[in-house]
T-cell receptor, first 112, second 111 residues
């Protein structure tokens, strides 16, 4: 069966520090991968999605970036965090013919 | 551009009640619609996926319906329990673009 792993689960970082959140999917190949952010009291915001290795689409301009170095690995990064980057970050994947989307457990980032 | 709306934003019901959560979307040319549950501080759990050719899907006490022509979907929860308390989100897949999410309905089932 397919599983998705996301880490770290919780992160507290000072403003201006770098960020790396990692997501891996097991049990499937060539998934579509997604990074979402959920800020307090707001809906899900799609940040990046990828349909293959090295293929990244960005939905919103910001100081975050994403990379897909391997088929089932998706990384969210920042060189310098801002206070506004605080939030709950969710990785998701879809690969089945029916298009069902599955989410990881999320990473809570607090920037101080 | 697809827009998804969920009403109400919050709902509180006594245990045992049957309830309906609503989801509407602006563009009826969809590939599928998915309902999710989110517990506080957790990721989203997929509940039901309805393909555009289907009218409804059922899983246990949950039943989701889809009316593409009117741009509506409903999630019916039978005999609600306190453990059903969570935020419920619907998301629409229009094919070649990523899913568009509603903002969710926060459900509280009171014992």
């Amino acid at each position: 069966s397919q599983t998705i792993h996301q880490w770290p689960a919780t992160l507290v970082q000072p403003v201006g520090s770098p960020l790396s959140l990692e997501c891996t999917v097991e049990g499937t190949s060539n998934p579509n991968l997604y990074w979402y952010r959920q800020a307090a009291g707001r809906g899900l915001q799609l940040l990046f999605y990828s349909v293959g290795i090295g293929q990244i689409s960005s939905e919103v301009p910001q100081n975050l970036s994403a990379s897909r170095p391997q088929d089932r690995q998706f990384i969210l990064s920042s060189k310098k965090l801002l206070l506004s980057d605080s939030g709950f970050y969710l990785c998701a994947w879809t690969g089945r013919a029916d298009g069902e989307l599955f989410f990881g457990e999320g990473s809570r980032l607090t920037v101080l | 551009k697809q827009e998804v709306t969920q009403i109400p934003a919050a709902l509180s019901v006594p245990e045992g009640e049957n309830l309906v959560l609503n989801c509407s979307f602006t563009d009826s040319a969809i590939y599928n619609l998915q309902w999710f549950r989110q517990d506080p501080g957790k990721g989203l759990t997929s509940l039901l996926l309805i393909q555009s050719s289907q009218r409804e899907q059922t899983s246990g006490r949950l039943n989701a319906s889809l009316d593409k022509s009117s741009g509506r979907s409903t999630l019916y929860i039978a005999a609600s329990q306190p453990g059903d308390s969570a935020t419920y989100l619907c998301a629409v897949n229009s094919g070649n673009t990523p899913l568009v999410f509603g903002k969710g309905t926060r459900l509280s089932v009171i014992a």
